[in-house]
């Protein structure tokens, strides 16, 4: 039997070693043979809840040979790998209600950051009281091989493929022979308007020089922006590596459970993920790879996707290995296409987010790192035939004035929430046209997407916050100019986008677009909390829903809370169902031009909120009556937006205010926010 030979190390040696570089290398086994190390483990120092650190030890390049080395944080000090599954399997054994916490990081995200990024975390949930008193919770950070944008190019030209090579100096040898015809033209002694039959000749050739040589060194800034190698490392390092972690911690729960006699070990351990960016890619990813795809029996070669018999009796089964059960999903800016959301085919995103008991996504208009570096990375590889679509569910708004906890219909859902150029009722709608139009036999219109429902939607476009410092709050993803105030349609200008882009690449001072959610206090907190405590749990830690809505108002942050959450809200009644003419139809019949709209805003301040949903339901009826079988999108749409507000003395539910007032024009779109009593 062989058996490995490591040198022990004590706690206090650890801490020494908190603050020095720590190379991984090779495992020396009792025979002197070696052994790979896949990954490397850190564990949190000074932490009532144990953290770690889990890092997949894959290079940045198949054929890198320098040892990676970086300066760890001052709050995690390094363990054996084995050791720290060990430890974390002893404390979701002996923990009272045991949960694994795992979060990934995501694209454009190198060692040292990430280090920075996980001790920050560790510190966030040891200073949050709610969180740090939960027995049997477990966080794990975890590492997949990522690098920062710009670092490919030191060895751009040794791994330059031959083609480009040649197209660069095909390139390079037009404008080289170019430039006889600019001497001969120099030489003439006559204007450049006496001469075209030269200089016009010469500019073309150069021109055309450039031209080719720009193709190759197009490559080079792809390659540069490190997005498709993350993508490739977070595919087929990043996946498989989380999977192993996920049932190296399960095997080990199984056999410590085994040495206490206990040889079927309960599923009692609570499995949620916090995954950012492309990390979101990961997380689901790996949810999917740990499902078992046989687990529902096929019974046509169609029934797939949402068509599934999974999908038509019950959502999956959230039960991962032998002890985990999937609890809560957390995905902050995820670098995923909306359309995920919206399909009616299998996909990734599907088949993991419906084993979750919650979901909550965290978002920006404003972040550039999505809206404009990774549409364009997928401008080669996502398949659309226009600009409408690809955008990333990361830039997911919700189309409000205000700020705070919002109640919206579960069949106006879709309706407030708007990525890109369209909502996501548009966008589910253009998508069933085109599948209509695309198989002209069939005529079953889809219903509603469910999907979008599961998610609670923080949108923190105009976020602004305090880091923990003496600074002063400021905004954090963008430069929070509160462009909804007056309009809840209203977008940010073209500008603003291209300074925020700017600003994220230049002024490290400025609002981080991309990775501002862990540096305010108040997001910070709520990732963490819903994370490892959930909805109900975190609510409660506010004091209430109308204390967690005015939290997020005061820092700008707007919530449209999932209709699965209604069950365990706090909150009021579910909202009634829009009426039926608003629910989406496919293109079947004849269409007639919408007409024109001359009702007025009713006056709901003072009313109950079922009084005001009612009279919002009657004028919509009307409105409903008033026009012909429409073109899909232009039919009059009047939504009722509830916003709480924590007001005593009032009766719950008492409408207190509105926008916009009463006696205004209505228009072809719509929305009536209310502010409620609760």
């Not at 000074?46 to 054929?63: M, Q, R, W």
């Not at 670092?151 to 390079?172: E, K, N, Q, V, Y």
């Not at 500008?495 to 925020?500: E, G, Q, T, V």
């Amino acid at each position: 039997m062989v058996t490995e030979r490591r040198v022990p190390v004590t706690q206090p040696q650890l801490s020494n070693f908190a603050a020095l570089s720590y190379e991984p290398g090779e495992r020396v086994l009792a025979s002197g043979a070696s052994s790979l190390e896949f990954f490397r483990a850190h564990r949190a120092i000074g932490t009532s809840v144990p953290t770690y650190l889990i890092e997949s030890t894959a290079p940045d390049n198949v054929d890198d040979t320098a040892k990676i080395a970086s300066k760890l944080h001052p709050k995690l000090a390094p363990i054996d790998s084995d050791l720290a599954v060990k430890q974390i399997a002893e404390a979701l054994v002996t923990g009272a209600e045991p949960n694994l916490v795992v979060m990934v990081h995501g694209f454009n995200t190198p060692q040292h950051d990430v280090l920075r990024m996980y001790g920050g975390a560790a510190t966030a949930i040891a200073r949050d009281a709610a969180i740090a008193s939960r027995q049997g919770l477990v966080c794990i950070g975890y590492r997949w091989p990522s690098e920062h944008i710009g670092t490919p190019l030191r060895g751009t030209w040794s791994a330059l493929p031959t083609l480009p090579r040649w197209i660069l100096f095909l390139g390079i040898g037009v404008m080289i022979f170019s430039l006889p015809l600019f001497y001969v033209a120099s030489r003439t002694g006559q204007g450049w308007t006496d001469s075209l039959f030269v200089w016009y000749p010469a500019g073309i050739q150069m021109l055309l020089g450039w031209t080719i040589a720009a193709l190759a060194l197009t490559a080079v800034l792809l390659r540069a922006s490190v997005y498709f190698r993350d993508h490739y490392r977070a595919s087929n390092y990043g996946i498989p590596d989380l999977i192993q972690v996920i049932r190296a911690i399960d095997a080990e729960i199984v056999r410590q459970y085994a040495q206490r006699g206990t040889d079927s070990p309960p599923r009692n351990v609570n499995l949620s993920f916090v995954g950012h960016s492309m990390g979101g890619f990961v997380v689901t990813s790996t949810i999917r790879t740990l499902s078992d795809v046989f687990a529902t029996p096929v019974e046509a070669l169609s029934s797939y996707g949402v068509a599934g018999p999974g999908f038509k009796s019950a959502p999956p089964s959230n039960a991962i290995g032998n002890v985990f059960s999937l609890r809560r999903l957390v995905l902050i800016a995820p670098d995923i296409p909306a359309e995920a959301l919206l399909s009616s085919r299998g996909n990734f995103l599907a088949s993991a987010l419906l084993r979750f008991d919650e979901a909550y996504l965290f978002s920006s208009e404003g972040d550039e790192i999505l809206r404009q570096i990774s549409t364009l990375a997928n401008y080669f590889v996502f398949p659309t035939s226009t600009s409408n679509h690809g955008f990333r569910l990361g830039n997911v708004e919700i189309l409000s004035r205000n700020f705070g906890m919002i109640d919206v219909s579960p069949d106006d859902f879709l309706r407030v929430l708007r990525i890109g150029n369209m909502t996501l009722q548009e966008l589910h709608d253009s998508l069933e046209d085109a599948r209509v139009l695309r198989q002209s036999g069939s005529r079953h219109p889809a219903a509603q997407a469910a999907l979008p429902k599961v998610f609670t939607y923080f949108d923190c476009t105009d976020y602004i916050d305090e880091d923990g410092t003496k600074s002063p709050p400021r905004a954090r993803l963008t430069f929070s100019k509160w462009r909804k105030r007056h309009d809840a349609e209203a977008r940010l200008r073209w500008y603003s986008h291209l300074l925020l882009l700017l600003c994220y690449f230049l002024n490290k001072k400025g609002p981080d677009v991309h990775d501002g959610y862990f540096h305010g206090l108040l997001s910070q907190q709520l990732i963490y909390r819903l994370a490892c405590l959930g909805y109900d749990e975190t609510v409660r830690g506010y004091g209430g829903e109308p204390a967690m809505g005015a939290a997020c108002e005061r820092r700008r942050i707007r919530v449209l809370v999932s209709p699965k959450l209604h069950a365990v809200r706090t909150g009021p009644v579910t909202p009634p169902a829009a009426a039926a003419a608003m629910q989406p139809r496919a293109q079947m019949v004849s269409l007639a031009q919408p007409q024109p709209i001359a009702m007025t805003v009713p006056n709901l301040v003072g009313m109950s909120i079922v009084e005001a949903r009612a009279a919002v339901a009657a004028i919509r009826d009307v409105l409903i009556g008033q026009t012909s079988l429409v073109a899909r999108g232009t039919e009059p749409q009047l939504l009722l937006l509830e916003i709480a507000r924590e007001r005593r003395g009032l009766s719950p539910g008492t409408v207190l205010s509105q926008t916009p007032e009463p006696g205004r024009r209505l228009r072809q779109r719509t929305s009536i926010e209310v502010a409620v009593a609760r």
